[in-house]
């Protein structure tokens, strides 16, 4: 166990118990008027639906909501805001939000970066009524984000497959400073092997990658400005020649080789790429669309990257963030195999060849569909995504809510003229059933008092609505998906790092079947519920509905 000493607890600075919606205040109050201060509710936390038009979502932000439970504490100035806002609230309404925090509150979660699926709670919150009540607006915002990036970067990792290096690009196109940061975070944890976002990588340790802007390259006109600038050898390496004169050297060469009009190859670009590579020669990938990536970007590279190699140096690769990028791929790695194989240069058939350009999920399963036909497979390592990536455009929101369960020991139940918004209540239970391949075959809702399900037992599952819908199931394994993580105070001696929750993602993709996670009309995946709680949630559906009369 640990408490807040034994580990960093900051979080967000904008995260405190003033980012929420006015009603949660005015409900606490109403609840203070009313007595209710004592009462212990059971709120559960969830979604009705996957995003993008999928059937899975990754958790994800559990830290973050601990976190804020930490430092959960309403501050004198918070008090001296809201009673200028809410002049005519009792004082002792006042004295009784200045004492409380988390103390009282106890949450059971699934694990952050676990495969999650709808009406399954992601977190039951047990407490007095009016601090759970209080929680509801930022524990909303700290997951719905996280959750829906994280399941988009997943997304985005099944379309391109485990090889291919995914980074994210997204922080100038990000819903603000914070939107950022939490995208960063987010994505890796989602699948995304890096990204761009300096600070993310200084607050997470994330690998953090780049290159340079077009506004690199357009800044240097002539060679002239890179004349008389040379560099130091590796090693003990002995260059015949300035990386310029060796340069030129190339040029005319490669210009034979690859068949390109060396005169077309702009020289404000190749200066620019000579000046790059005495900044970083050892990290030396080039951004080759700025003019042209056949006319001009492609020998200039490949002319500065052989003069470094004379210095013992081995360049990196190249970025394309225009055009058709298989076919541009496609000729890249043609040019870099035919170099490799004149001049005796293996390293150089392998450059990585990056591509950018506002690629979405479709951009990718078209590209990995190309690659079926030899003749159009793409030649791309690594792929930057920004705009699509971080902002969700797809879907903007994921919809988690807040739901009353329990009050008092008495089950609540919201009604809803749309039956799918109809949910489960009571304290209950859920469980992830196996098959003997080790694959998921449906998350089993029970109530808390039943006895859970056994490995090898058949039990009778059941839809939650659909009185039809309903089979018998042998599970080979189960997994308890809710842990105990707060008490009071958390319940766990670290946070996991993002590799490992990373690696959980992962891993719990791996369990859920491919139908299940594919792009194209995936299989929903089966949330039941056991046949007590089929029982016990209609008949209390009809103590609650009203009862109509004809006339």
């Known amino acids: 166990m640990a408490d807040s000493e034994t580990f960093s607890c900051q979080s967000n600075g904008v995260v405190q118990p003033l980012l929420t919606d006015l009603y949660q205040i005015t409900m606490a109050y109403a609840y203070w008027k009313a ?40 501050s004198d100035s918070d008090i001296k805001y809201l009673q200028s806002v809410m002049p005519d609230v009792d004082d002792g309404f006042w004295e009784y939000v200045s004492n409380i925090d988390a103390s009282s509150i106890k949450v059971y979660a699934i694990p952050e970066g676990s495969v999650v699926f709808p009406k399954i709670p992601l977190m039951k919150l047990e407490g007095p009524l009016p601090i759970v009540q209080l929680l509801e607006t930022t524990m909303l915002n700290l997951v719905n984000y996280a959750s829906l990036v994280a399941t988009n970067a997943a997304r985005f990792r099944i379309a391109v497959g485990p090889k291919i290096q995914l980074l994210e690009f997204g922080l100038r196109r990000a819903q603000g400073p914070d939107g950022g940061l939490s995208a960063s975070k987010y994505c890796y944890i989602g699948g995304f092997d ?14 953090i990658k780049g290159t340079h802007a077009h506004s690199f390259v357009n800044s240097f006109q002539s060679l002239s400005e890179v004349a008389g600038q040379n560099m130091k050898p590796a090693n003990d390496v002995k260059p015949d020649g300035t990386v310029m004169e060796l340069t030129e050297k190339w040029l005319q060469k490669l210009g034979l080789l690859l068949h390109i009009n060396i005169d077309e190859a702009n020289k404000g670009e190749r200066a620019s790429f000579l000046a790059y590579a005495k900044a970083f020669p050892s990290i030396f990938l ?11 970007g492609l020998l200039n590279f490949l002319a500065v990257a052989l003069a470094l190699h004379e210095y013992g140096y081995k360049a990196v690769g190249v970025r394309l963030d225009s055009g058709d990028l298989a076919y541009l791929s496609r000729r890249c790695r043609d040019a870099f195999s035919k170099v490799a194989a004149r001049y005796n240069l293996p390293w150089v058939a392998n450059l990585t060849i990056v591509a950018s350009n506002d690629i979405n999920e479709e951009t990718l399963h078209s ?20 705009t699509h990536l971080v902002t969700c455009q797809k879907q903007p929101a994921l919809g988690c809510v807040f739901k009353l369960v329990e009050i008092n020991a008495k089950p609540r139940m919201k009604l809803s003229e749309e039956v799918q918004k109809i949910n489960i209540p009571g304290r209950k239970d859920a469980y992830r059933l196996f098959n003997s391949d080790g694959i998921a075959m449906l998350d089993l809702i029970q109530l808390s008092k039943e006895k859970p399900p ?16 309903r089979a018998h199931v042998t599970p080979h394994t189960i997994l308890k998906l809710h842990e105990p993580i707060w008490d009071g105070k958390y319940l766990g001696d670290r946070f996991p790092s993002l590799k490992e929750l990373r690696d959980r993602a992962t891993e719990s993709l791996r369990h859920i079947r491919e139908d299940v996670i594919r792009e194209l009309n995936p299989t929903p995946y089966k949330v039941s519920v056991s046949d007590q709680m089929y029982c016990f949630l209609h008949e209390l559906w009809l103590q609650n509905a009203p009862v109509g009369e004809i006339s």
């Open 194 to 207: 890096g990204t761009s976002n300096v600070l993310a990588g200084k607050k997470y340790g994330i690998p």
């Open 286 to 296: 080039c951004l080759i669309d700025t003019y042209s990536v056949l006319k001009s």
């Open 35 to 74: 007595g209710k201060i004592d009462d212990v509710a059971v709120f559960d936390l969830f979604f009705r639906k996957n995003p993008f038009k999928g059937e899975f979502t990754i958790f994800a932000g559990l830290e973050e909501c601990i976190k804020y439970l930490m430092n959960f504490k309403f």
């Open 367 to 386: 590209l990995k569909e190309q690659s079926l036909d030899v003749s159009k497979n793409h030649q791309i390592n690594s792929f930057g995504i920004g």
């Open 454 to 469: 056994q490995a090898g037992v058949k039990i009778m599952v059941r839809h939650p609505l659909i009185e039809s819908k």
